[in-house]
């Protein structure tokens, strides 16, 4: 998986990444692009160098964020589920796919992008285009210098329908 990102961010292939679309995304650029080695999830590799995604009670503690949620309780403690606001940022493929600022998706997985990581992923180039309601996790990555590539954590195929198909999926198909 992480093969195939790496060939369509690097030919400028359109990229549609979901859920551990996105993750394995955030995975190849913080490998290849941030150079930092040995990046992955906890969820394939727990003692990873670089834990570049991973459960949010794995990194909560270390600032506090407000989203708590107990790795010891059952799978729906770590579960986001359900649909919730994303902020979208102005001037991204996916700002401009769905055409106004905020929007709300369905969520259905366990693991984040790891915020101390964020940083280094941006200085690197990987654009954030989509947070969380408070801002606190991120929802949309986008790689510039690309002709269209976005990954999300949400489960935008959850609201598509044959009629009334999703807009980043027409966005994706426009630029394939
Ligand atoms: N539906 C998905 O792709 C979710 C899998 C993902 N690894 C998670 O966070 O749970």
């Known amino acids: 998986k992480i093969e195939t990102v790496r060939y369509a961010r690097e030919n400028k292939i359109p990229f549609l990444g979901i859920c551990l679309g996105m993750q394995v995304a955030v995975i190849e650029y913080a490998r290849h692009v941030a150079c930092l080695e040995g990046a992955n999830s906890t969820e394939f590799d727990r003692q990873a160098a670089h834990p570049v995604v991973g459960l949010i009670t794995e990194w909560i503690d270390a600032d506090g964020l407000v989203e708590k949620r ?22 991204t493929h996916s700002r401009e796919a769905y055409g106004q600022d905020v929007i709300t998706e369905r969520h259905r997985h366990r693991y984040e992008v790891n915020n101390h ?6 200085d690197a180039g990987l654009k954030i285009a989509g947070r969380s309601e408070d801002n606190s996790l991120v929802e949309i990555v986008e790689v510039p210098d690309h002709p269209w ?23 994706f198909i426009n630029a394939a």
């Open 117 to 122: 990581y964020v940083e280094t992923l941006e």
């Open 70 to 91: 107990d790795e010891a309780s059952d799978l729906g403690g770590t579960m986001r589920l359900g649909a919730q606001n994303c902020n979208l940022i102005t001037g």
């Open 149 to 171: 590539f976005v990954a999300c954590q949400f489960h935008p195929e959850f609201t598509s329908t044959p009629r009334d198909g999703h807009g980043l999926f027409s966005a």
